[in-house]
């Protein structure tokens, strides 16, 4: 029931938002080659169903985005959950990272395109950036707010490091993990496209910016919509992997 209110809610929500974007067409008076409506835009999207040209670039994001997005995910989650329980170095190195985390991962493109040159690795690259920080500092935050008493009673009954952080830090930290694993996603995702338009040939970012030099509006919006849509199942399914992961520990969800 929930389900189908869910599936209601959105179809009257983008009901709402296409009546309300005709709307502004008609009242603006705009050209379509300048402004798109709902219909030259389905056109747009069944052109490119039709040639795969949609699949294709679908594909070549997404797995652009699993490559990068997972490899800073690992590579966070473990520093993290090491540097939380060393706060001396942790002290150090929580300078670097507060400076180079609102750094924007497009302005390392020139070097990244450079020293990569234009391809897969480029926009991997960028998004393991995007990626890494929101998950290293959800770590770091969540490893020292771990219950002392967790720690206490594990190290009453002789648990060595290693299994500490894997059968107690890690699951009480996991929240904290699940809080910056969506951040991530976003990110991710937004700083993916944004790096297909620079360094990449395929994708789609490259879709909207072979549209633009085309003069066609309407494969521009369409790559668009498709960027949010995408987007929002990445999400969710970030969303079904919490709530996995939660069901192992038997953790109930919020």
Do not use: C
């Not at 771990?146 to 190290?155: A, E, I, R």
């Not at 996991?174 to 937004?190: D, E, K, R």
């Not at 549209?211 to 919006?221: E, F, G, H, K, Y």
Request: aromatic share 12%.
């Amino acid at each position: 029931m929930i389900k189908l209110k869910t599936i209601i809610n959105a179809f009257i929500g983008f009901s709402i938002l296409i009546i309300i974007w005709q709307m502004i067409i008609i009242i603006g008076q705009y050209d379509s080659a300048l402004f798109p409506s709902p219909l030259h835009v389905w056109d747009g999207l069944v052109s490119l169903i039709q040639d795969g040209t949609m699949f294709t670039n679908i594909q070549v994001s997404i797995m652009r985005f699993l490559v990068g997005y997972i490899s800073a995910v690992l590579t966070a989650v473990i520093l993290g959950l090491i540097l939380g329980r060393i706060p001396i170095l942790w002290g150090v190195i929580d300078p670097i990272a507060q400076v180079l985390r609102p750094i924007s991962p497009i302005a390392w493109s020139p070097f990244i395109v450079l020293w990569f040159g234009i391809g897969d690795i480029p926009a991997i690259v960028i998004i393991f950036i995007a990626a890494f920080f929101p998950v290293l500092l959800s770590t770091v935050s969540g490893v020292k707010k771990v219950d002392q008493t967790y720690l206490k009673v594990s190290q009453n009954f002789g648990v060595k490091k290693l299994e500490l952080l894997r059968k107690v830090i890690f699951p009480a930290t996991f929240p904290y993990i699940a809080n910056g694993l969506h951040i991530a996603v976003g990110t991710a995702w937004i700083f993916l496209v944004a790096g297909e338009m620079v360094g990449a040939q395929s994708g789609l970012g490259y879709l909207i910016v072979d549209a633009r030099n085309s003069m066609r509006l309407d494969l521009v919006m369409t790559g668009i919509l498709l960027i949010g849509i995408v987007g929002l199942l990445l999400d969710k399914i970030v969303g079904l992997f919490e709530s996995w992961i939660n069901q192992i520990w038997g953790r109930a969800n919020n």
